[in-house]
């Protein structure tokens, strides 16, 4: 079940080189666990949907999350995504009703505002016979939905990319602690350490400037967006810590996904000419509203087949918190668990032709293999904007297709890269020309 331990970087190369496939195929290879070593500690990939679920939803009290999160919180701070227990279970339940059905008009409105700006630089480019950059303009877009949603909708465009360049240097630096083969403690005066400092320094800053201004724009009788709902449960220092570890979670995900599935049909004209007449047929004309969100089921099923295929968050990572088991697996306290979301979405024996996109294997769930789909967690720590970003993807993707054909890009498919995110190895030119 063990790959060679080679103490003290054990697996560390085969890790580095590819963190989606390298957990994934040695869990496939060895039945759904595999075990290898990091740093002369023990860890276990899983890719088997009964076992993930034992660690994230029926055993969950037994596997917190991993050390890697304390980097993430030195950057973030203690909020929802860093911690664990009951501190993080009462965050939980304050943030909840932030995300609750009522406020997904923000997002589709939030969306909407950014799709009009995506479209004017889009017109001009099909107008040039230019291509677009995917990933850059989805990874735009995705921050001003995040930052209009969040803070009621008052946020110019030039807070929402300072605080899109903020957190893409919070990830970076979060990423190169986390896989740096010398782990130094938290204190340890390290150049590093000073940068992850200033870092979150200015992410606080600049979140709060943008609180300031979205407050100042907005009359104080439409304050009733997301951030209204979360001050009316937290004070302002802890609002701009969870509203951080919001942009974080919620920004390059939703991004990257958008980004796989513009990619993935670019490929696949038949489904372009699926999702077009679907939107023509449910808006006749109009923008889409959360009303209309539900009557566009092709979109949400090709969201849905990108994040399968290209799952932006690619492992989970818990550690044991004492000696136990584990399927076949005999864990001692300390041991590394990766699920591995790619192994589960991409598991051979799992799915009817994997590798494919095939988006009409979500048009009924109920042939879906069970806990075998999960790119937003499952369990306690599922994702809290999970609806979220499945809104604003088919929202997203259903008004882009219906006005645009994605013709196939000349350079090729661009694979993917696991960094914080799994993201397309370079970015992605698209060659659009107006729809008919
Ligand atoms: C396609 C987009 C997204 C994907 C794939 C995704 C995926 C995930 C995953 C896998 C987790 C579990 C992490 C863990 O337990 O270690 C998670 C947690 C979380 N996500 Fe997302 N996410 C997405 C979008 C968003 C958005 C838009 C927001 C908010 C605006 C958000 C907020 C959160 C929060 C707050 C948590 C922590 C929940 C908790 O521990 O209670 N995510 N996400």
């Known amino acids: 079940m063990f790959a060679p331990r080679r103490w003290p970087i054990g697996s560390i190369p085969e890790f580095k080189a590819s963190p989606h496939r390298f957990p994934a195929e040695h869990a496939w290879a060895h039945g759904g666990v595999g075990g290898f070593h990091m740093f002369g500690r023990r860890a276990f990939a899983i890719a088997d949907p009964a076992l993930a679920r034992e660690v994230l939803v029926s055993r969950m009290e037994e596997f917190p999350r991993s050390f890697h999160y304390r980097s993430l919180a030195l950057v973030l701070g203690d909020g929802l995504l860093t911690t664990d227990g009951p501190a993080w279970a009462a965050r939980r339940r304050a943030m909840q009703p932030m995300f609750r059905n009522e406020a997904l008009g923000s997002v589709v ?4 505002i950014a799709l009009s700006a995506l479209f004017s630089s889009w017109d001009i480019a099909v107008r040039n016979g230019q291509p677009v950059p995917a990933m850059g303009e989805t990874s735009a877009m995705a921050m001003r939905v995040v930052a209009r949603a969040l803070l009621s909708g008052g946020v110019s465009d030039d807070a929402a990319a300072r605080t899109a360049a903020v957190t893409r240097d919070a990830a970076f630096l979060i990423r190169r602690r986390n896989t740096s083969l010398l782990h130094f403690p938290e204190w340890a005066p390290i150049p590093l350490h000073r940068a992850i400092r200033r870092t979150r320094l200015v992410m606080e800053q600049t979140i709060a400037s943008a609180m300031a ?10 304050a009733r967006g997301m951030l209204a709902t979360m001050l009316a449960s937290t004070d302002a ?8 570890q919001l942009f974080a979670a919620g920004y390059e995900t939703t991004a990257m996904g958008l980004t796989w ?10 489904w372009q000419e699926r999702l077009r007449a679907e939107t023509r047929a449910a808006l006749q004309g109009r ?7 539900p009557r566009l089921p092709l979109a949400r099923a090709v969201a849905e087949e990108a994040l399968r295929l290209y799952p932006p968050v690619f492992n989970v990572v818990r550690q044991a918190r004492g000696a136990g088991s584990l399927g076949p697996a005999t864990l001692r306290a300390g041991d590394l668990i990766f699920i591995s ?3 589960l979405h991409r598991h051979p ?13 979500f048009l009924d769930r109920a042939t879906l293999p069970a806990h075998a789909f999960i790119p937003f967690a499952s369990g306690g720590h599922v994702c809290l904007g999970a609806a979220f970003a499945l809104t604003e993807m088919t929202v997203a993707l259903a008004e882009i297709i219906s006005r645009y054909v994605i013709n196939p890009d000349a350079g090729g498919f661009v694979p993917p890269i696991g960094r914080t995110t799994l993201a397309p190895e370079r970015e992605v030119h698209l060659l659009l020309s107006a729809a008919a």
């Open 341 to 343: 979301i790619w192994g």
């Open 109 to 112: 409105e939030a969306t909407q």
């Open 287 to 293: 923008r889409a509203t959360t009303a209309d969100v």
């Open 261 to 270: 599935a513009l990619q993935l049909l670019a490929g696949h004209r038949e």
């Open 349 to 361: 024996a799992l799915w009817n032709a994997p590798d494919e996109f095939r988006p009409e294997r």
């Open 213 to 222: 201004e979205a407050a100042a724009q907005t009359p104080a009788s439409a």
């Open 237 to 244: 220092p802890a609002a701009i810590t969870e509203l951080k």
